[in-house]
């Protein structure tokens, strides 16, 4: 037997289109899926940062930063515009690094300040209701299977994916990241915007997407129980997992093999050094 419980109205969805948004992919709509009584409405940046339950702790100093990464240099070298003006050239973006896919999925609005909320917001635990990403959530319900009395998630969950899976598939590392590090300036803008000042975008990056590639990859789809109108784990280890690392498990263990890789590609070059230039003799 399989049932279905309704999504909510918004939410974000797995799709790998910046190097953010790889780290964002689909962590709202695993939260939202399995909280359908929830209610759902628009927030700005700011108010995704009151919503977080902690807030990271204060960098002791850069620990990667940007210009280190060793990327191909961005086919644009034009001026970045003002934050508050950049959605229709950072959508633009992102439609040619995604593909015509993408186009429909993309919300046109605070585009940058919603994806590093997102990054900010997927190693907590916990998510407050009201909340967005630049993304429209799938078509479909969340499916639960019941074997033996026993609910899981059903399999046919991931196929919901589909359409993000292939912008996933279709996204360049190098491309995505050599758009990134061109277009940092917006990003640490928006950072200091939610609420860090003193802290650095890059490095919350990379936190969001060490914790969700340490997310486990169970032999066997893990119990679910119906608690106060939505889905939870049955095993509290699975239950106290990061948001993040409950995205990789709903997104069925396809999807997350393949987004473990893309996200290991993507660490690889944010975090490498150039090579030094040896002295001439």
């Known amino acids: 037997m399989t049932y279905r419980r309704k999504s909510g109205s918004s939410g974000w969805v797995p799709a790998v289109i910046v190097v953010a948004v790889i780290v964002a992919v689909g962590a709202w709509v695993a939260w939202r899926a399995t909280q359908p009584n ?11 940062a009151t919503a977080s339950t902690t807030a990271p702790p204060p960098a002791a100093g ?25 959605d229709a050239s950072v959508r633009s973006a992102l439609v040619a690094l995604g593909g015509d896919g993408l186009k429909d999925l993309l919300l046109p609005q605070s585009v940058v300040n919603h994806i590093v909320a997102t990054v900010d917001a997927l190693p907590r635990h916990e998510l407050g209701s009201s909340f967005i990403l630049p993304l429209h959530t799938p078509r479909g319900a969340f499916r639960v299977g019941e074997t033996q009395g026993i609910l899981t998630a059903d399999a046919r969950n991931a196929e919901r994916y589909a359409p993000y899976m292939a912008i996933v598939q279709h996204a360049d590392p190098q491309a995505l990241v050599a758009w990134y590090v061109h277009s940092y300036p917006l990003f640490q803008q928006a950072w200091r915007e939610l609420g860090y000042p003193k802290g650095y975008f890059n490095d919350r990056l990379i936190v969001a ?29 699975l239950e106290s997992l990061s948001v993040g690392q409950k995205l990789m498990l709903r997104v069925g263990p396809a999807n997350e093999t393949e987004l473990k890789a893309k996200l290991r590609t993507i660490r ?13 003799h």
């Open 38 to 48: 929830a209610g759902a409405g628009p927030a700005s940046a700011s108010t995704a």
């Open 268 to 280: 690889d070059l944010l975090t490498a050094r150039p090579p030094s230039t040896a002295p001439a």
């Open 209 to 237: 997407i060490d914790d969700m590639l340490a997310a486990p990859m169970p032999a066997q789809p893990p119990a679910l129980q119906l608690e106060k109108g939505r889905y939870v784990y049955v095993d509290p280890a």
């Open 62 to 86: 850069i620990q990667h930063p940007i210009a280190q990464a060793s990327v191909p240099a961005p086919a644009s070298t034009a001026p970045l515009p003002a934050l508050g003006d950049s």
